[in-house]
């Protein structure tokens, strides 16, 4: 847009638009009026605003420690507008509300006197040429007069930031204070699905003066994303959730604000004149809410979610009826920690004929596990699935009854589960050996036999006496001082005739000695791995102690058995099967000497659909990639459409992993069949 446009109008800034705006002479423009909006003053669907005291008593009353918090779809802002005492991460799919959080939250410097000479003459401008607007828009939600309006200063607002005459921050206060000022006049009952038919135009366009703070937290973040997407890059201590709970697209009802945010102009269909919204919709707002609200919650890194989700099923006409049912939302948030519902009488906002009152506004406080309450094998279990914790319990289903861990390794997964009995199974009689030993001696008297081994052989007990004492930093570990003492205890052990307590206990003491705390033995059955850098230090002593609290305690059985010889036949709908094997296209200690191979991975297969025939539920893990690598035959079994692949990430939590993961191709996978 050119100047020729510009002489429509009659008071101009154009004529000391070069002078700085601190010069300006204050008798040009007015001081503030009653038009300054605070960011609740639009209608919104669904928005909780009036809910915010509310929020805010809970996670004051419950929730120590909350220095940052994610509003995820916040739709207005109102939610994190009653925590900016903190850092905010916010975030909505739609643009039309990311631009008001840019100016709401948005850390970069405005000049105030700039924004409110633009809205007095945006307000004082009048036009009779036409734009995108009026041309697609007249006398529907707004009069034509008014849709020029809108039309001129929206393209007015994108020429002045492609001049650098305003700047990012100042760009959005502008937007939103347009899209305030056209939701105060729009022909509509509140959002865009329709224009009311046969409605005088009686106001007129006046854009609001917004002022928001100029020293808005530099660390608050602010993003327009798919939710589910964005959990899995941030961390917050309180992450609040408010999506859509019934079928109404929010880009539906706000595809005009949409529309004039982005400012693409696009084409429009129809008698409600809807752009193309394809990429907005959400998930939500569909059948796939309740496994979209699976993964999301499976993603969040936080120490509490805290939920709003309208109780609405079963009421009103059905568009309104929830999409997540209340027991879902409870199992769901179970699986990520513990959970208290909160709950008040609140009347939604109800746009058509379903008016329902005195419907309860609940509020789910998951208070999240933490990380450190999963327990850590003693064993360093090469494909050990410690790490990927947190993204497969979520997955599992609520157990009644056991819990079969197949190829239980480490016994990670197992024992980080609620299950009333736990049957951990491996084919390697070593760690089932340990294991049995584990659980049967005596705690103090297994910890004594280990130092007495460790004594005797004078290893290193940097526990007691620190890494110096034995010349050597914990960077480059112990390996130098204990080499000849682990060789000496290996021969030892290679020599046990008896497979009593003591073998087991010694073997226990060589992994922990040994290098990366592995286990491998040769065709002879010698254990033949050389010495490792660390030792039975603090953290392996604190390791040993939980997980063998962990066993003693309630239903747990360890079994010794080629997965194909595993009885399957007692189990019910209320077990379950975890399967982990070794994977057919990754290499690892156990797959070496032909431990796993292409028939055994078909077997496997055979072994889970016999599960599957039996009702019982099954989870299995695997690589469909790795390293140019592909799993044909497992792909091949999945081929048949009849089990869930859920994708993982190797590892969230530590970027290099993912990097070097990302970089091999390599695809963790959780096959279910529920
Ligand atoms: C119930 S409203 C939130 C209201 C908000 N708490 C407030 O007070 O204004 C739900 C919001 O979720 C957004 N939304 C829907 N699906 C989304 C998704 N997959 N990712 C991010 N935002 C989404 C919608 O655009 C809408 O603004």
């Given amino acids: 847009m050119g100047r020729t446009q510009e002489r429509h109008f009659g008071p101009t800034l154009f004529d000391f638009l070069d002078e700085p705006w601190s010069a300006m002479d204050e008798s040009v423009v007015s001081v503030r009026s009653a038009n300054v909006v605070h960011i609740n003053n639009r209608r919104y669907l669904g928005n909780k605003f009036r809910l915010t005291p509310f929020i805010r008593e809970i996670v004051d009353q419950n929730c120590p420690d909350v220095n940052v918090v994610a509003d995820v779809f916040a739709g207005t802002g109102a939610v994190a507008s009653a925590f900016l005492d903190k850092q905010i991460i916010v975030n909505d799919n739609l643009y039309s509300n990311y631009i008001c959080y840019l100016a709401w939250f948005g850390s970069e410097k405005y000049c105030e006197q700039k924004i409110e000479d633009y809205v007095e003459w945006y307000n004082s401008i009048e036009t009779d040429e036409d734009n995108y607007m009026s041309i697609n828009f007249a006398d529907t939600y707004f009069s034509v007069e008014d849709c020029r309006r809108i039309g001129f200063i929206r393209e007015h607002i994108e020429e002045k930031y492609e001049n650098n005459e305003i700047n990012a921050r100042e760009r959005a206060i502008l937007i939103t204070s347009l899209l305030y000022g056209m939701d ?10 329709a224009w009311r038919q046969g409605v005088a135009f009686d106001k007129s366009l006046t854009l609001p003066l917004l002022v928001p703070a100029n020293d808005n937290n530099p660390a608050n973040r602010l993003f327009n994303e798919d939710a589910n997407d964005l959990v899995k890059h941030i961390e917050a201590d309180l992450v609040y959730l408010d999506p859509p709970y019934n079928s109404r697209q929010y880009c539906d009802s706000y595809h005009l604000l949409e529309n004039v945010a982005r400012w693409e102009k696009p084409d429009v269909f129809g008698v409600a004149k809807k752009m193309d919204r394809t990429g907005l919709k959400s998930k939500y707002c569909t059948t796939e809410a309740t496994a979209a609200f699976e993964d999301l919650i499976a993603n969040i890194r936080a120490k509490y979610v805290l939920l709003s989700y309208n109780n609405m099923s079963e009421k009103g006409d059905g568009r309104s009826n929830a999409k997540i049912s209340d027991d879902d939302i409870l199992r769901i948030l179970r699986q990520k920690g513990d959970v208290v519902v909160f709950s008040k009488a609140y009347r939604p906002f109800s746009a058509g004929k379903s008016n329902i009152e005195n419907n309860e506004e609940r509020l789910f406080l998951c208070k999240c596990f933490e990380k450190k309450q999963l327990i850590q094998s003693p064993l360093n279990y090469t494909g050990g699935k410690y790490r990927l914790l947190p993204q497969i ?17 480490g016994c990670n997964v ?25 659980q049967r001696v005596d705690k103090k008297e297994l910890f004594k036999n280990i130092d007495r081994i460790i004594a005797k052989y004078n290893l290193s007990q940097s526990n007691l006496y620190g890494y110096e004492y034995y010349n050597c930093e914990s960077s480059k570990g112990l390996g130098d001082y204990n080499k000849d003492k682990f060789l000496k205890l290996r021969d030892d052990f290679n020599q046990m005739k008896s497979r009593d307590e003591a073998y087991y206990i010694t073997l226990f003491v060589i992994i922990v000695y040994s290098f990366n705390n592995q286990i491998r033995f040769n065709s002879d059955g010698k254990f033949n791995l050389p010495v490792g850098k660390r030792d039975f230090n603090d953290k392996m002593r604190e390791k040993l102690s939980t997980f063998v609290d962990r066993i003693k ?36 200690t156990y797959n070496e000497q032909d431990g796993w191979n292409e028939r055994l991975e078909k077997e496997l297969y055979q072994f889970l659909d016999k599960v599957d025939s039996q009702n019982v539920r099954f989870a299995l893990s695997n690589v469909l990639h790795s390293e140019g690598k592909t799993n044909a035959i497992l792909e091949s079994w999945l081929s048949q459409g009849k089990y869930k692949v859920i994708r993982l990430e190797y590892d969230y939590s530590n970027s290099s992993y993912h990097k070097k993961d990302k970089e091999s191709g390599s695809q963790e996978v959780l096959i279910v069949n529920y």
């Fill in 184 to 193: 105060k006049i729009a022909n509509t009952c509140g959002h865009y699905d």
């Fill in 393 to 409: 319990l979520p997955h599992f289903p609520i157990i009644k009854g056991a819990f079969v861990d197949l190829f239980c390794g």
């Fill in 414 to 438: 197992g024992i980080n589960t609620n299950s009333s009995s736990v049957i951990f199974n491996d084919s390697n009689r070593y760690i089932h050996g340990l294991y049995e030993t584990f």
């Fill in 553 to 588: 305690k309630g239903n747990v059985l360890f079994t010794c058995k080629d997965f194909r010889d595993f009885d399957i036949s007692t189990l019910g709908k209320d077990d379950f099967v975890y399967a982990d094997p070794p994977y057919l296209i990754t290499c690892a």
